[in-house]
């Protein structure tokens, strides 16, 4: 029932920053965890991160612990990821994605989410 619209992605120098955003239209957006997934070229869908419907338990993969932020604001319908030291390999579609636990998550595969949005892609050139 969420449709979820991914934006912020671009083109960006290796240690440069970008923050991604994914607006989310339909019922209750509070109550839902959401997660941040990539997929590279040739690659399968990768888990990023992913936040509670409070934001009070968050994950991350540990390829970008450190590096990225996970973050929302319910009242704007809105999950972000800001990303900082980007490097080369973190270029991908960007994709987010609802928890089919609804507020909470505890698997963090693919399968654990899902109401796709369409993706927004990142380049981190070298």
């Known amino acids: 029932q969420v449709q979820l619209v991914e934006s912020g992605g671009g083109l960006v120098q290796a240690g440069g920053s970008l923050r991604l955003s994914c607006a989310a239209s339909g019922r209750m957006f509070s109550s839902y965890a959401m997660g941040w997934f990539r997929q590279a070229p040739g690659k399968e869908r990768e888990f990023v991160a992913a936040?509670?419907?409070?934001?009070?338990?968050?994950s991350y993969v540990d390829s970008v612990k450190g590096r990225f932020s996970i973050s929302r604001d319910n009242a704007k319908n809105t999950v972000y990821l800001q990303m900082n030291r980007l490097k080369p390999e973190d270029s991908a579609v960007y994709y987010c994605a609802v928890s089919l636990r609804s507020y909470d998550y505890t698997g963090v595969s693919v399968s654990d989410f899902g109401s796709w949005g369409q993706g927004t892609q990142v380049t981190v050139s070298s």
């Open positions: 936040i509670n419907w409070s934001g009070g338990r968050i």
